[in-house]
Nanobody
Framework: QVRLVESGGGLVQAGGSLRLSCAAS????????MGWYRQAPGEQRELVAV???????QYGDAVKGRFTISTNKARNTANLQMNGLKPEDTAVYYC??????????WGQGTQVTVSS
């Protein structure tokens, strides 16, 4: 079994920063693509950022230039540095860890609330 645990969410004022972390544990110790997604109330889950095995990254249009994703060398921890937060960034943020095209895992989510 694999478990992804997110941390670092909370309440912050607009313009502030938060750093989310996702730590994986269990029978799989390294992952290929890792990423962050978010879901606001009444909305579909959307891409925030992913980082691939070669280090390339992809960001959702809404967060480009403000958020930065990184992983550790073991590729079992993913971090998301969020700067310049806006009220529209308010959502539950989910960690995603992919082993193959058919095998991936989700964390349970961490709430991020940005007040205006």
């Amino acid at each position: 079994q694999v478990r992804l645990v997110e941390s670092g969410g909370g309440l912050v004022q607009a313009g502030g920063s938060l750093r989310l972390s996702c730590a994986a544990s269990g029978r799989i110790t390294s992952f290929n693509t890792m990423g962050w997604y978010r879901q606001a109330p009444g909305e579909q889950r959307e891409l925030v950022a992913v980082i691939r095995p070669n280090g390339s990254t992809q960001y959702g249009d809404a967060v480009k230039g403000r958020f930065t994703i990184s992983t550790n060398k073991a590729r079992n921890t993913a971090n998301l540095q969020m700067n310049g937060l806006k009220p529209e960034d308010t959502a539950v943020y989910y960690c995603r860890a992919i082993v193959t095209a058919d095998v991936g895992y989700w964390g349970q989510g961490t709430q991020v609330t940005v007040s205006s």
